[in-house]
């Protein structure tokens, strides 16, 4: 094991660990008998559970197993129903106590933050825990995470994979259905965000204009697509207000 993601196991104290909004609603119990991945796991009842919040960058299960291997765990999800995988998707906490799984892993540097949280207490804690494993380049930022959106070849060899991209927003193009942040001159070969018309509402309502992105340095995650046909720059499409962090007003 790297002795950086060694040192990170230690779980940090419970007290800015809290589930803070994220394990909502009456949790269920469970205890841990198998690690499937980086961020899912299989109960004794049989039930498989994926880590709502976070995606893991590899399938190392280490750091999960470090955390709740073979430990009873409190399973709290928005819905019960299983995704297409059979899995549950879930915020988990451990047994007899506040320790969120979520927020270790984020602060261990062993996984990213997603963005798909609907709570804002919930998502400033997972976004304060990457934070401070970026800052200290724990786990996996200790290489370069972080695209650059003036590399769109490089963000393109990511295609299907979840990714960070930071870079300034050149344009704001909205056409009828779509509106487009470009981030390239060339907004055919470029990388772009692109946001449907239907979550526009929804990310002003947050506080967020999409207009005023324009000229501004901003973070953005989410799964690397490629534009295709005659347009084959890369694209990460935002959903949630969670996925773009604004660095810069110029």
């Known amino acids: 094991m790297p002795p950086a993601l060694a040192a990170a196991l230690a779980i940090v104290p419970s007290s800015s660990s809290r589930?803070?909004?994220?394990?909502?609603?009456?949790?269920?119990?469970?205890?841990?008998?198998?690690?499937?991945?980086?961020?899912?796991?299989?109960l004794a009842d049989g039930r498989e559970i994926r880590l709502a919040g976070i995606e893991?960058?590899?399938?190392?299960?280490?750091?999960l197993a470090a955390l709740i291997g073979d430990r009873d765990v409190l399973v709290?999800?928005?819905?019960?129903?299983?995704?297409?995988?059979?899995?549950q998707t879930a915020f988990v906490t451990l047994a007899g106590s506040?320790?969120?799984?979520?927020?270790?892993?984020?602060?261990?540097?062993?996984?990213?933050?997603?963005?798909?949280?609907?709570?804002?207490?919930?998502?400033?804690?997972?976004?304060?825990?990457?934070?401070?494993?970026?800052?200290a380049h724990r786990g996996i930022w200790g290489s370069a995470v972080i695209k650059?959106?003036?590399s769109p070849d490089d963000i393109l060899s990511g295609i299907g994979q979840f990714t960070v991209v930071e870079g300034k927003v050149l344009s704001v193009r909205q056409t009828a259905a779509t509106t487009y942040l470009n981030f390239g001159h060339n907004w055919t070969r470029g990388f772009a965000v692109i946001i449907s018309r239907r979550v526009v509402?929804?990310?002003?309502?947050?506080?967020?204009?999409?207009?005023?992105?324009?000229?501004r340095r901003i973070r953005v995650r989410g799964w690397v697509e490629s534009r295709g046909g005659a347009n084959p720059g890369p694209r990460i499409e935002v959903i949630r207000m969670a996925q773009i962090e604004i660095l810069t007003s110029n």
């Open 19 to 42: 589930a803070a909004g994220c394990a909502s609603g009456d949790p269920g119990e469970g205890r841990v008998t198998e690690i499937v991945d980086g961020r899912s796991f299989r």
């Open 56 to 63: 893991a960058m590899t399938s190392d299960t280490k750091a």
């Open 76 to 87: 709290s999800g928005e819905d019960d129903a299983p995704d297409r995988y059979g899995r």
């Open 98 to 135: 506040e320790t969120l799984v979520q927020r270790e892993l984020l602060a261990q540097g062993a996984a990213l933050l997603s963005g798909d949280a609907t709570d804002t207490d919930c998502t400033g804690l997972l976004a304060a825990a990457e934070a401070e494993a970026r800052a």
């Open 148 to 150: 650059n959106a003036e």
């Open 201 to 215: 509402p929804a990310l002003e309502a947050a506080g967020l204009a999409v207009k005023s992105l324009e000229n």
